[in-house]
């Protein structure tokens, strides 16, 4: 199977480690990965904005770019939402491309078969399931099914942990108050797990509740999904 990583702007500009925790990952598990130079932005946020247009070539770019490939996965359930539900909408010539992309959780559980990657995080920690893996992907408990298997984690519960952080993309920006006053409830109820680690498969959703952690003064650690799968004890995260 050729693999290949959609690694997302917000990823390759801000958490460069999380693309690189895949490739660990998948490499671990007995796979080649491929990084196509020409992948660019998904179009998620053109469109959600309104600007339609302007995100159809970045539709067929993406599918030109993956095109060779039998499975596309990217950390980021928010942008493979975008990909799979909206691209063959826009370009109907994408659906072809956009049918072979998942979300990290998704590729290791339905196409590889796997729960336990071999991982050891020996942390105590929380998930929150971000509103596009939970509403539009419905990747429902995969990744926490993952997380269970992993050596060592002390996994908690988070609770009222299907509303929603505050992110929201572009919302964050053009309503900044309900934004915060989302992000600060959310902030409370994970520090109410005493967790000292938060988990979650979109790096934006971990910066917005982060953020709002860090200015709280709170001593809890922002961490995506693949970075934990890709710790092991020889090479912890």
Partial sequence: MRVAIFVTCVNDTL???????VVRLLRRLGHDVGFPAAQTCCGQMHFNTGYRAQAVPLVKGFADAFAPYDAVVTPSASCAAMVREWHPRLVPAASGTASRVYELSEFLVDVLGVTD????????????PTCHSLRLLRVGD???RLLREVRGID?????????????????????????????????AQVRATGAGTLCAADNSCLMHIGGTLSRAGASVRPVHLAEILAATEGAPA
């Avoid at 942990?161 to 309503?175: H, I, P, R, W, Y």
């Avoid at 934004?179 to 600060?184: D, Q």
């Fill in 15 to 21: 958490y460069p480690g999380t693309g690189k925790a």
């Fill in 117 to 128: 990657v071999g991982a050891s995080y020996p942390h105590r920690v929380t998930y929150h």
């Fill in 142 to 144: 995969r990744p926490l």
């Fill in 155 to 187: 996994l908690v519960e988070l609770p009222g942990a299907d509303e929603c952080c505050g992110f929201g993309g572009t919302f964050a920006l053009k309503n900044p108050a309900v934004s915060s006053a989302m992000g600060a409830d959310k902030a």
